[in-house]
């Protein structure tokens, strides 16, 4: 199994820029996909980012050219580097994994406990 702390959430103005990061561990070398979702109040949980084992990266359309997700492989870390931040991006943005064939929890996604993210106009 793999634990996920998310950091770098805060307050900022919109046009603003964050970057938030997400520290992995435990059975890191299994992990297969890792993605950044966010969660709105009174809205369902969204994908953000994603980014594959092999490196290609998705993003939701509201997002493409704003944000970037990245990770570091030397420090299991993953990072989403918000710029343009608008305050329709307001949420708790969580972090998640999805494991490998190398691993025994195979296909099992798991979460972080977010990381609030606040843009005012």
């Known amino acids: 199994q793999v634990q996920l702390v998310e950091s770098g959430g805060g307050l900022v103005q919109a046009g603003d820029s964050l970057r938030l990061s997400c520290a992995a561990s435990?059975?890191?070398?299994?992990?297969?996909?890792m993605g950044w979702y966010r969660q709105a109040p009174g809205k369902e949980r969204e994908l953000v980012a994603l980014?594959?084992?092999?490196?290609?990266?998705n993003y939701r359309d509201s997002v493409k050219g704003r944000f970037t997700i990245s990770g570091d492989t030397a420090k299991n870390t993953l990072y989403l580097q918000m710029n343009s931040l608008k305050p329709e991006d307001t949420a708790v943005y969580y972090c998640?994994?999805?494991?490998?064939?190398?691993?025994?929890?195979?296909?099992?996604?798991?979460w972080g406990k977010g990381t609030l993210v606040t843009v005012s106009s």
């Open positions: 998640n994994a999805e494991m490998g064939g190398c691993s025994a929890s195979y296909g099992l996604n798991y």
């Open positions: 980014i594959t084992s092999g490196g290609s990266t």
């Open positions: 435990g059975e890191t070398i299994c992990i297969s996909d």
